[in-house]
């Protein structure tokens, strides 16, 4: 099956700056690659998303990168805030199941 | 986007009794939903695939007689688990996809067990 492999676990950085996450996937049949926003005590949230056929998808702060070559897949946030602390899980999908990454604790000092 | 809530948010039960969660899908029917268990900064753990109308499927581990699902129906499916013990403790997210590739997945708030 699929393996999402997710890094770093935690990352802190000061406001204003970037911060990237990044995701591996073994699976080549994957073709749809989610992001999500968790907050404490809460369901995860979608914020992002790209397909396989797609290598660069930008919304405002936000930008995720694709390599279906490597397997490999990132997301950036660009001048960060500190209400964008917060875990962040990345996912690949081959069809309707997905399999998430073990989740980044994003901290954004101000 | 898609709206999925839960119901209850938290909940709290003595151990040996047995308690029902639900996930409802408010604006797109959902002929499958997931059921994903996560422990504090864990990542989801998928437990079961919630399938309208036949029986759920269950990952490997997960005891289908204590996690009993029923999806009865497109805008419906229940998580009720029995005999609660203190191990049971966690948070039970679920989800719903949508019917159409790429399947994007819409998430509920999560429900809160503690078993005491």
């Known amino acids: 099956g699929e393996n999402v492999e997710q890094h770093p676990s935690t990352l802190s950085v000061q406001e204003g700056d970037s911060a990237v996450i990044k995701c591996t996937y073994s699976d080549s049949a994957s073709n749809y690659f989610p992001w999500y926003k968790q907050e404490l005590g809460k369901g995860p949230q979608l914020i992002i998303d790209?397909?396989?056929?797609?290598g660069e998808k930008k919304d405002q702060r936000i930008a995720v990168t694709l390599n279906k070559t490597a397997k490999h897949f990132s997301l950036h946030i660009t001048e960060t805030q500190p209400e964008d602390s917060a875990v962040y899980f990345c996912?690949?999908?081959?069809?309707?199941?997905?399999?998430f990454g073990t989740g980044t604790s994003l901290t954004v000092i101000p | 986007g898609a709206v999925v809530s839960q119901h209850p948010s938290w909940v709290i039960c003595k151990s040996g009794t047995s308690v029902k969660i639900e996930c409802r899908s408010l604006d797109f029917q959902a002929t499958t939903m997931f059921w994903y268990r996560q422990f504090p900064k864990q990542s989801l753990m998928l437990m079961a695939t919630?399938?309208?109308?036949?029986?759920?499927?269950?990952e490997q581990g997960v005891e289908k007689d204590k996690f009993l699902i029923n999806h009865a129906s497109l805008t419906l499916s229940t998580l009720t688990v029995t005999s609660a013990h203190p191990e049971d403790s966690s948070f039970y997210i679920c989800?719903?996809?949508?019917?159409?590739?790429?399947?994007?997945?819409?998430f509920g708030p999560g429900t809160r067990l503690t078993v005491t």
């Open positions: 989800s719903a996809p949508q019917a159409r590739v790429p399947y994007e997945q819409y």
């Open positions: 996912a690949a999908s081959p069809g309707n199941q997905f399999y």
């Open positions: 790209i397909r396989s056929n797609v």
């Open positions: 919630s399938n309208e109308g036949s029986k759920a499927t269950y």
